[in-house]
């Protein structure tokens, strides 16, 4: 069919090459014919049920007169809300962020569209149409810029969560870039927003910030607990944060004292546990309280084990290793540490590798009470990898090698550079041992490596 301007032309010249009458379209399409003639004699706006209508009469794509629907809606009749949500909101499940894109421009410039368009984009978001919400995100955060408004916080909190992805240095950018807006948020929103902002930092190591954030969760959040509590009458239509005011102080807590460990103080970290596992504290008490508190007894005492092992008592091994075979959502995590320890201290930990191998593999873990970020469990176990590969090429055992690569790979592809140097160094001081086609592999993944940081390095050039 040739293309023509409108909308209405083109109906007009299919109906002609078909042979049909304004009456017989509006049969088949189940438009009713008085409409249908208004519609194509331009004297009355085409509604969107019109325009899904009509093109399912022809036969057409759905989304094949979304571009001119543009111009229908702007310049050929008056923009109006009723016609425009619903265009929206089907653009956007359709993947046509084109026609999204432009009529939110169109939109804007009359900024008493932007309450509206935000309200699309939550909804958007809520039905992980994050493309196309992003789009109406950043729009709206344009035409706020000037103003301390909530709306604007919350459009960059929704901006973070949907820029968050594999690459680390990325993460990082969005991170720093949401922070400085966590402040304007709800009371609610800020301890959900404390909490992502804890797993990106927490994935990427920067443990002053952790200990800076997770300080102000529990501040937060025990504030707004102990007002709670204290008053009698809940505020009509207080938002609330998605979980209980005590489990973000229990998490606060906890994070505090894995500060510790990370920092090599397990002393310290084993003094904070009983602040995580006292519970008495807490008001609540029905079932699901009950159940979060016996989850963080039980997270301290495996917590307890930990720090005496990284601590450097082998004596407690066998009793760690008995206690997470209960466990099977923390053994990655344990078998990290418990590898990490028999590199630093020289201990032979084979038969534990062995007795839980299926827990090597790259898998994401979820419990009632903790969410496993992708973002954390991915660097987790890159870094995880390079232990396994140092635990065998220090004894000259050939497997190291696969581990190396199977480390770099995964580092790589989140763009962890400290783990990719590990890697690096690792391979070339054991490159005897490798076999010609792990060299050809190693020489590819470099290659790799090398394209991607090029590639990030021209993106960030072309921004500045």
Not at 18 to 45: C, E, H, M, W, Y
Not at 118 to 130: H, I, K, M, N, T
Not at 278 to 287: A, F, L, N, R, Y
Request: charged share 25%; glycine share 4%; hydrophobic share 40%.
């Amino acid at each position: 069919m040739k293309s023509t301007t409108t909308i209405r032309d083109q109906v007009t010249a299919y109906l002609s090459n078909q042979s049909l009458s304004i009456n017989q379209f509006a049969i088949s399409s189940g438009i009713n014919s008085g409409t249908l003639s208004r519609v194509v004699k331009d004297r009355q706006p085409i509604a969107m049920d019109h325009l899904e209508r009509i093109t399912r009469g022809m036969g057409l794509p759905e989304d094949h007169f979304y571009s001119l629907y543009v111009d229908e809606c702007f310049h050929h009749s008056a923009p109006t809300w009723r016609r425009l949500r619903p265009f929206l909101v089907r653009s956007a499940a359709l993947g046509r962020l084109d026609c999204v894109e432009q009529v939110v421009r169109n939109l804007l410039e009359n900024l008493v569209y932007a309450p509206m368009l935000f309200e699309v984009a939550e909804g958007l978001f809520e039905q992980g149409l994050w493309n196309a919400a992003a789009l109406l995100y950043e729009n709206v955060s344009t035409s706020e810029k000037y103003q301390n408004s909530d709306r604007l916080a919350v459009c960059q909190y929704r901006l973070f969560r949907i820029g968050l992805g594999d690459d680390q240095s990325s993460n990082l950018r969005v991170a720093i870039l949401f922070e400085c807006f966590i402040d304007r948020l709800n009371e609610a929103d800020q301890l959900d927003g404390l909490k992502d902002l804890l797993d990106v930092y927490y994935s990427l190591q920067k443990w002053a910030k952790v200990n800076e954030l997770a300080e102000k969760m529990l501040d937060l959040a025990t504030l707004r607990y102990n007002l709670q509590h204290r008053s009698k009458r809940k505020p009509d239509n207080e938002k609330l944060p998605s979980k209980p005011l005590y489990l973000y102080i229990l998490n606060a807590r906890l994070l505090i004292s894995s500060i510790y460990m990370e920092y090599g103080d397990y002393k310290s970290a084993i003094e904070h546990v009983p602040l995580y596992i006292d519970g008495s504290w807490i008001q609540e008490k029905d079932d699901e309280a009950a159940r979060t508190l016996a989850q963080f007894r039980e997270w301290g005492k495996a917590n307890i084990f930990l720090y005496r092992l990284l601590d450097g008592q082998l004596e407690v091994l066998s009793d760690y290793v008995e206690y997470i075979s209960t466990q099977p959502d923390e053994i990655f995590t344990a078998m990290y540490h418990i590898v990490k320890s028999a590199n630093r201290y020289d201990w032979n930990v084979d038969d534990i590798l062995e007795r839980f191998s299926e827990h090597i593999p790259y898998r994401i873990y979820k419990s009632e009470f903790r969410e496993y970020n992708q973002q954390v469990m991915a660097d987790k176990h890159a870094r995880f990898l390079a232990e396994l590969a140092t635990y065998y090429v220090k004894n000259n055992r050939s497997e190291g090698i696969i581990f190396i690569l199977k480390s770099l790979e995964s580092s790589a592809k989140i763009n962890n550079e400290s783990v990719v140097i590990t890697c690096v160094d690792l391979f070339e001081q054991y490159r005897h041992i490798a076999s010609d086609d792990e060299i050809e592999t190693y020489k590819l993944l470099i290659r790799e490596v090398r394209n991607t940081n090029d590639q990030k390095a021209f993106k960030a050039s072309s921004y500045m």
